[in-house]
């Protein structure tokens, strides 16, 4: 009697989801420049044709992937203590962008998904919702998201360090700069050295809580759960 064949593994279902994540998980990892309709579909064991039954091009994979990154970001809940709201969803922003530090750059690419219209009209209506005009929701928003984006793009260029880490860079800097030449610079890395637990999320925060202190709604009541009457030009 032959021995019986081993029984065939049902092979994943190939969808829409599954490319994104696929494509996303490769970004992360490889970075952005080095993903292609090719080898996506060689990370999912596909041929490369089959991948366009779910995506249509390049740009339609990478306006799916940052809606992806979107997703994962707490957006805005509208409530009383609207800047706690506010501190949470910048803070959830910037997170996804250090887990996927391509998403920045791809957020001023043109062209909007439903995904990213609901992401920049739920920010945008948490200011109008708190009794901000039209005018200042739209500067407030812009405000936050330069300093989210810009803080991104820092983190993005720079390694990643423990806060100890830093201490140890500075004191290696110190080593090769001449006080008297850049005696401010010799004087912040001292800093650094004698300072404990130093830490870039920190320093996010504080920057990000000045900025919201500094905003005050300008109207006398925000417009509830409905959409905002937009009477006013700016």
Same mark, same amino acid.
């Given at each position: ?7 065939? /593994? ?19 990892? @490889? ?36 809606? +992806?990154?979107?997703?994962? !970001? ?6 009383? #203590? ?8 910048? !803070? ?11 998403? +920045?750059?791809? *957020? ?29 929701? +739209? ?11 810009? +803080? ?8 990643? *360090?423990?806060?100890? #880490? ?6 290696? *800097? ?13 004087? /912040? ?15 996010? @925060?504080?920057?990000?809580? !000045? ?24």
């Amino acid at each position: 009697m032959g021995k019986k064949k081993p029984a065939k /593994t049902a092979r994943k279902p190939l969808t829409r989801e599954r490319v994104l994540r696929a494509a996303c998980a490769m970004a992360d990892r @490889e970075g952005i420049e080095n993903l292609s309709m090719r080898r996506l579909a060689q990370s999912l064991s596909v041929g490369t044709m089959s991948l366009y039954n779910h995506i249509a091009d390049k740009n339609e994979l990478l306006a799916g992937i940052l809606d +992806v990154v979107l997703e994962e !970001i707490e957006l805005p809940e509208h409530q009383a #203590d609207w800047r706690a709201a506010k501190r949470r969803s910048a !803070i959830s922003t910037r997170a996804a962008f250090l887990r996927h530090p391509w998403a +920045v750059e791809l *957020m001023g690419r043109e062209g909007a998904t439903p995904v990213k219209l609901r992401f920049h009209d739920a920010n945008l209506g948490h200011f109008r919702r708190a009794g901000f005009s039209v005018a200042m929701a +739209v500067r407030a928003n812009a405000m936050l998201e330069g300093y989210i984006y810009g +803080v991104a793009l820092q983190s993005n260029a720079r390694p990643s *360090m423990a806060p100890d #880490d830093y201490a140890r860079q500075a004191e290696t *800097m110190l080593a090769h700069l001449p006080a008297e030449a850049y005696p401010f610079i010799v004087e /912040t890395l001292s800093t650094l050295i004698s300072a404990s637990g130093f830490s870039y999320d920190d320093e996010f @925060e504080f920057g990000l809580d !000045i900025i919201l202190n500094a905003l005050e709604p300008d109207e006398p009541m925000g417009h509830g759960d409905g959409p905002p009457i937009l009477t006013e030009r700016i």
